[in-house]
């Protein structure tokens, strides 16, 4: 079957750095996304990765291995808009979505 | 981008009643999604709701169950039929722009069920 494995809730203080992993397994993979979802709002789109490596934008990064089936998403510089659920979201195969059941954050002042 | 609008925000429903949910989009796009979203759950999808043609339904769901129509480009409805508290969920829109699935997807505000 696929799957995709996220921490169900970390929390972190407020300025700090917190890294968010996911790790998946699917038929085959065609590029994973990181999602923002404020409670009781859409899920907004954060970051795409296809290839290995880091991909930084502004206090954002999101990193990908595809030969360990593995991704995090890097917060930089914690704010408490921050606080929200993380959704990792795989392409498959057959170009279907596979989503995580998403990793809530909780920033502390 | 797109930007997504849905009715009703929210709804409280007998069961074995009906409710359609409404889905507007401010352009054209190929393709919209609907998905459903139980609290503390990842997203899951229903189908694929096509422009002049049925819907594409993902395993576990039906059409008789949840009828989806796609009159134009901009507009779909999802209809949850004869409902049981089972149902209760956050029920989301979603559209790929670029016209296909597997590329970023912008969402609605969802819609809110409860079903008593």
């Known amino acids: 079957g696929q799957n995709i494995d996220q921490p169900t809730e970390m929390t972190a203080t407020e300025g700090a750095i917190v890294q968010i992993n996911c790790t998946y397994q699917?038929?085959?993979?065609?590029?994973l996304f990181w999602y923002q979802q404020h409670a009781g709002e859409a899920p907004t789109f954060l970051s795409y990765?296809?290839l290995d490596g880091l991909e930084e934008k502004g206090r954002f990064s999101s990193f990908l291995s595809r030969s360990k089936g593995y991704s995090y998403l890097l917060l930089k510089e914690l704010q408490m808009k921050d606080s929200a659920s993380y959704l990792c979201?795989?392409?498959?195969?057959?170009?279907?979505?596979?989503w995580g059941a998403g990793t809530k954050l909780i920033i502390k002042p | 981008s797109a930007v997504i609008s849905q009715k009703p925000s929210r709804d409280i429903c007998q069961r074995g009643t009906s409710l359609t949910i409404q889905c507007q989009v401010d352009?054209?796009?190929?393709?919209m999604f609907w998905y459903r979203q139980q609290p503390g759950q990842s997203l899951t999808l229903i189908a694929t709701?096509?422009?002049?043609?049925?819907?594409?339904?993902e395993s576990g769901f039906v059409i008789d169950k949840f009828p989806i129509s796609r009159p134009n480009l901009t507009f779909s409805t999802l209809t949850v039929s004869n409902m049981s508290p089972e149902d209760s969920s956050i029920y989301l829109c979603?559209?790929?722009?670029?016209?296909?699935?597997?590329?970023?997807?912008?969402f609605g505000p969802g819609t809110r069920l409860t079903v008593l």
């Open positions: 699917t038929s085959g993979f065609n590029g």
């Open positions: 352009s054209q796009v190929t393709m």
């Open positions: 979201a795989v392409v498959d195969s057959n170009y279907q979505l596979i």
């Open positions: 990765n296809v």
């Open positions: 709701a096509n422009q002049g043609s049925e819907a594409t339904y």
């Open positions: 979603s559209v790929a722009t670029s016209g296909v699935s597997y590329n970023e997807q912008f």
